[in-house]
Each structure stands twice: as structure tokens, then as C-alpha cells.
């Protein structure tokens, strides 16, 4: 099954010399070749003003060396992505802007955009903190995170795919990345539900009997059950685990980052994973996922 927008324009990646960005071309270029779609090598190294005050400028030599070695490093990346595949349509873009206005622009006809997660020059702490968590909020297109296992070097190619489900509509949307990128990889899914917001958390002190093992958690497994309905039979050889637990989301996303090829994830939720990318949960997955993460946007018409 094709996702719809998940298939057309190309697979962006931002690199920047870094061996964090890398591990995300190479990670981009097997996806890429994976749903037969182009490679766009990006390097965006936006000089921080041209003037630092009165007359002064940066000097037209230091530009024209900045620019040197950013297509330098996109045509070094450009190697390493016809390493992993050789046949793979790359094109290669060196622009004086800064990277998150750059990748978001570029995100509009994207069918994805990949980063690594750290880096040197125009991408420098990309990942560390509230840009990545911006260019999420803001990207047209899926990102994907592309983060190691700790005490590894490279991203994990083994284990399952595993998706975070509450039951909204872009929710619906990650289910659908994540059962093309568990067949596509020949990985098994695990679906999660948790459901320990901050009031389902009060409440479940005051009345643990009703909830443990009652009807609010027999909702919740209806909730699951409901959304992967009909998505095992459009994809028979997929293998699904469903997970519904009470916990909070970030703890079980993280836990299970720890086994998993890649975490997919949407936006923004209701229930258990309201404010995905506004909060907590997000800030969790951008600073500690052990895995890459792909962080799912809404379509148009859903923003």
C-alpha cells in the first residue's frame, strides 16, 4: 500500500560533514532506493549575518570557502549514498540559508526529510533541543531522526518497527508509515498504546480497581484493536504485537527504542499522546530515542 504524499517528490537528507549526517545519508539513500524515489543531498550553511555591525563584513573569500567545502561535503555524501545504492537518482544542493527555513521549504515536495542526530557547521546541536523539535512542528513531510544505539556508532538495521497509537487521526497516518516501513524492511511491528495521561494518572490513585483491568482499560484495548483493523490483512506477512499499557507514553517509546529498528510517531495526539511534539514526549525521543524516530506530520487538509 502507498501512503498518500508518502510517495512522491524526494527523500531529503541534511548533511554537513559530520559523521552523525553520515549514518543519515546512508540511512536516507536505503530508503530512498527502498521506495524508488530520488535522493535530494542538501547542505544549507547559512553564515549568521552578513554584517556583524558598522562596516564591517564578512569577507568575500571566507564565503566563497565556506561554500567550497559544503559542496565538498555533498559530494562526499553523494558517495557514501551510491555506496549503499549504486543505481540510486542523486541530486546535490549547496545554498547560503539556514538550514531549518531551507528543510522546511524543501519538506513542502518532500517525501521525507532525514537528519542525523548531531552535527557540525549549518546543522551544529540540530538535534539538541527546541530546532529539531521546530522543523517537526513545521515540516510538510514526515522527519526522521536518524539516532544510534547507545555505545554504537551506527543505527540500528534490526529489531521492530514500532508505532505509538492513541486513536486521532494523525495517528492513523503513523500506523500507515509504520506498516510500509516494517514490509518494506521485513521487520515485525509492535503497536503501543499508553495510556497514562495526566489525568487518567490522577484518577487511576483514587480509583485503581476500575481502571486495572476494568472498563478503562478494555477501552483501550478496543481503541488498539480498532485501529489495526483492516491494516494486517493489506499487509499478511507484517507480524504485529499489540502493546496497551498504562504508562506514559514517553517511557514506553523510549523503553522499547532501546530493541527497535525505528519508532514512528505523529505530531501531535489526543489521549495519551497529546502534545507529542509539544512537550515532554517529544523532547524524551529527540534527546534519548535509542533508534531512529520518524515523526509523521499531517496532511493539508488535517493542518
Known amino acids: 500500500m502507498t501512503v498518500e504524499g508518502s510517495a512522491t517528490g524526494a527523500v531529503v537528507v541534511g548533511v554537513d560533514g559530520s559523521e552523525s549526517a553520515t549514518h543519515a545519508v546512508r540511512w536516507a539513500a536505503e530508503l530512498a532506493a527502498q521506495r524508488r524515489l530520488p535522493l535530494r543531498i542538501t547542505y544549507g550553511y547559512g553564515l549568521i549575518g552578513r554584517y556583524y555591525?558598522?562596516?564591517?563584513?564578512?569577507?568575500?573569500?571566507?564565503?566563497?570557502?565556506?561554500?567550497?567545502?559544503?559542496?565538498?561535503?555533498?559530494?562526499?555524501?553523494?558517495?557514501?549514498?551510491?555506496?549503499?545504492?549504486?543505481?540510486l537518482s542523486v541530486d546535490l544542493q549547496v545554498i547560503d540559508q539556514p538550514p531549518i527555513p531551507l528543510l522546511t521549504e524543501?519538506?513542502?515536495?518532500?517525501?521525507?526529510?532525514?537528519?542525523?542526530?548531531s552535527g557540525l557547521g549549518g546543522f551544529t546541536g540540530m538535534l539538541a533541543g527546541s530546532t529539531a523539535v521546530g522543523l517537526a512542528m513545521h515540516a510538510r513531510s514526515p522527519v526522521v531522526v536518524v539516532r544510534p544505539r547507545e555505545g554504537e556508532a551506527a543505527p540500528p538495521t534490526e529489531g521492530p518497527v514500532v508505532v505509538g497509537v492513541d486513536?486521532?487521526?494523525?495517528?492513523?497516518?503513523?500506523?500507515?508509515?509504520?506498516?510500509?516501513?516494517?514490509?518494506?524492511?521485513?521487520?515485525?511491528?509492535?503497536?503501543?498504546?499508553?495510556?497514562?495521561?495526566?489525568?487518567?494518572?490522577?484518577?487511576?490513585?483514587?480509583?485503581?480497581?476500575?481502571?486495572?483491568?476494568?472498563?478503562?482499560?478494555?477501552?483501550?484495548e478496543r481503541l488498539l484493536a480498532e485501529r489495526l483493523a483492516g491494516w494486517q490483512e493489506k499487509y499478511p506477512d507484517v507480524p504485529v504485537e499489540r502493546v496497551v499499557v498504562r504508562d506514559k507514553p514517553r517511557h514506553q517509546l523510549l523503553d522499547r527504542?532501546?530493541?527497535?529498528?525505528?519508532?514512528?510517531?505523529?505530531?501531535r495526539g489526543r489521549g495519551g499522546f497529546a502534545g507529542l511534539l509539544l512537550g515532554s514526549t517529544s523532547q524524551a525521543l529527540v534527546h534519548h530515542a535509542q533508534c531512529p524516530v520518524m515523526i509523521v506530520r499531517p496532511s493539508g487538509e488535517e493542518r
Not at 527504542?257 to 505530531?267: D, N, P, Q, Y
Open 257 to 267: 527504542s532501546a530493541t527497535a529498528r525505528l519508532v514512528v510517531v505523529g505530531s
Open 53 to 87: 555591525g558598522g562596516d564591517f563584513t564578512i569577507p568575500a573569500n571566507i564565503i566563497e570557502s565556506v561554500g567550497d567545502d559544503a559542496k565538498r561535503i555533498v559530494a562526499e555524501a553523494a558517495e557514501q549514498a551510491k555506496d549503499v545504492a549504486p543505481e
Open 167 to 220: 486513536g486521532s487521526p494523525l495517528s492513523e497516518r503513523a500506523i500507515a508509515y509504520a506498516f510500509e516501513e516494517a514490509a518494506m524492511r521485513g521487520a515485525p511491528l509492535v503497536a503501543v498504546h499508553a495510556w497514562l495521561d495526566v489525568e487518567y494518572e490522577s484518577a487511576f490513585n483514587r480509583a485503581r480497581a476500575y481502571f486495572e483491568g476494568g472498563p478503562v482499560e478494555q477501552d483501550e
Open 106 to 117: 524543501l519538506s513542502k515536495d518532500a517525501a521525507m526529510v532525514v537528519l542525523g542526530s
